[in-house]
């Protein structure tokens, strides 16, 4: 079993409820990490074998900068959804950062898990 870990993925998005938040993009940074069976691929160095973190970086950037968001929870559990769209992943771990949501804050944070 291998764990990748896309660190600190800056975006910006539509997230909040007010009306300013509706109508400017804010930043948010995305963190990833998953697990999938990596024998084939560490023993081959196949990448066919391998799950391609690129092409789900491109899905998760494509997906939060196209997108708008209520809450935080509702962005990182459509993150993680789309991780595990990925049969090979067996588990994974999202957590997204809303920088200055909050006075004397560096940022305020969801994380949400899952596994097969």
Known sequence: MVTIR?????????????????????????NVRFSYEADEAAETDDVKYAVNYRTITKEIIAFVEDGRFMLLERLAAD?????????????????????????????????????R
């Not at 769209?85 to 949501?101: G, L, M, Y």
């Open 79 to 115: 993150v993680l959804d789309l991780v595990m769209r990925h049969e090979t992943i067996s588990s994974a771990e999202v957590e997204v950062d809303k920088p200055n949501a909050l006075r004397f804050s560096d940022s305020v944070s969801a994380v949400l898990r899952a596994q």
């Open 6 to 30: 896309i660190k600190n993925l800056r975006l910006r998005t539509y997230i909040g409820f007010n009306d300013e938040e509706m109508r400017k993009r804010q930043d948010v940074v995305v």
